[in-house]
C-alpha cells in the first residue's frame, strides 16, 4: 500500500503533546513510521515535501524529516502533470502547497494521503475517489488494526 504523508504528519511528534489529539496523531504516526521501516506500508516522497521542509526554521527537525526521504519507495519530481493537477485543485480550494502534495499523491498513485490539516481533510471530501485522504488516526484504525 502506497501512502503520501504531507509536511503537517512529518512535523506532529514535534508539536506541543498536551492536547489529546496532537498526541494521539502523533502516536499514531510513530505507528505508521513503523510500518514504514518495516516494509509494509510504501512511502511517496515529493520534491514539495522537500521544498517545505527547507523552510522549517528548526534544523534539528528539518534534519530528521529530512531522513525519511530514505524510505521513500518513489520521490516524485516536478512536472507538468502535476502542476496541471494542483491547479486544478487550487480551484476546490486547496492552497497552493496543499494543492502541490495532494497532486504529487494522486500522480504516483497513492492509495492514502494523510494530513492532520483540518482544513485538507474537509476539503477532501471534494476529491474524486482516486485517492483516500484521512488523518493518520483513522488510517490506523481502518488499516492497520
Known amino acids: 500500500m502506497k501512502?503520501?504523508?504531507d509536511n503537517c504528519c512529518f512535523n506532529r511528534p514535534f508539536d506541543d503533546?498536551?492536547?489529546?489529539?496532537?498526541?494521539?496523531e502523533t502516536e499514531a504516526k510513530l505507528k505508521i513510521q513503523e510500518e514504514i521501516r518495516a516494509g509494509n506500508l510504501k512511502l511517496v516522497w515529493s520534491y514539495i515535501l522537500d521544498y517545505e521542509n527547507s523552510k522549517n526554521p528548526f534544523e534539528d527537525r528539518k534534519f530528521r524529516i529530512r531522513g525519511w526521504a530514505k524510505y521513500a519507495s518513489t520521490n516524485i519530481k516536478e512536472n507538468a502533470e502535476i502542476i496541471k493537477r494542483a491547479n486544478l485543485l487550487k480551484r476546490k480550494g486547496f492552497k497552493k502547497l496543499d494543492s502541490l502534495h495532494i497532486a504529487c499523491a494522486i500522480i504516483s498513485k497513492c492509495d492514502?494521503?494523510?494530513?492532520?490539516?483540518?482544513?485538507?481533510?474537509?476539503?477532501s471530501k471534494t476529491l474524486e475517489r482516486k485517492i483516500k485522504v484521512t488523518d493518520p488516526i483513522v488510517f490506523i484504525k481502518e488499516i492497520l488494526s
Request: hydrophobic letters at 45%.
Open 3 to 5: 501512502i503520501y504523508l
Open 112 to 123: 492514502y494521503f494523510l494530513s492532520t490539516d483540518n482544513k485538507i481533510l474537509n476539503l
Open 17 to 24: 503533546q498536551s492536547q489529546l489529539r496532537i498526541r494521539l
